[in-house]
Nanobody, 121 residues
Framework: QVHMVESGGGLVQAGGSLRLSCAAS?????MGWFRQAPGKEREFVST????????GYADSVKGRFTISRDNGKNTVYLQMNSLKPEDTAVYYC?????????????????WGQGTQVTVSS
């Protein structure tokens, strides 16, 4: 079992930035970020492969968010710029053993508890 712990959430004004971090207790090949707003389903945000040579983004965040990872620290990051009120949600990191990247929640075996991101207008 791999434990995932997110940090870095908070309250920010529209147009601001936040950097989320997620530390895993073990190695996971594929890592990703998902988010869930009140009353909505959990949705894909971004994903990254083991070597970081493949990444993927939801259309809603492309060009504003950047995912990266440090395998020496078993940590994945999500740099969020130009934040909008519609980015408000609980953000979850996830780890899976699929090779490459994945936008599918079912490919991820390990999940963090989530960190709240609130963007005020």
């Amino acid at each position: 079992q791999v434990h995932m712990v997110e940090s870095g959430g908070g309250l920010v004004q529209a147009g601001g930035s936040l950097r989320l971090s997620c530390a895993a207790s073990g190695r996971t090949l594929c890592m990703g970020w998902f988010r869930q707003a009140p009353g909505k389903e959990r949705e894909f945000v971004s994903t990254i492969s083991w070597f970081g040579d493949s990444t993927g983004y939801a259309d809603s965040v492309k060009g504003r968010f950047t995912i990266s990872r440090d395998n020496g620290k078993n940590t994945v990051y999500l740099q969020m710029n130009s934040l909008k009120p519609e980015d408000t949600a609980v953000y979850y990191c996830a780890g899976g053993q699929v090779i490459g990247v994945s936008r599918d929640k079912s490919d991820y075996d390990y999940w963090g508890q989530g960190t709240q991101v609130t963007v005020s207008s």
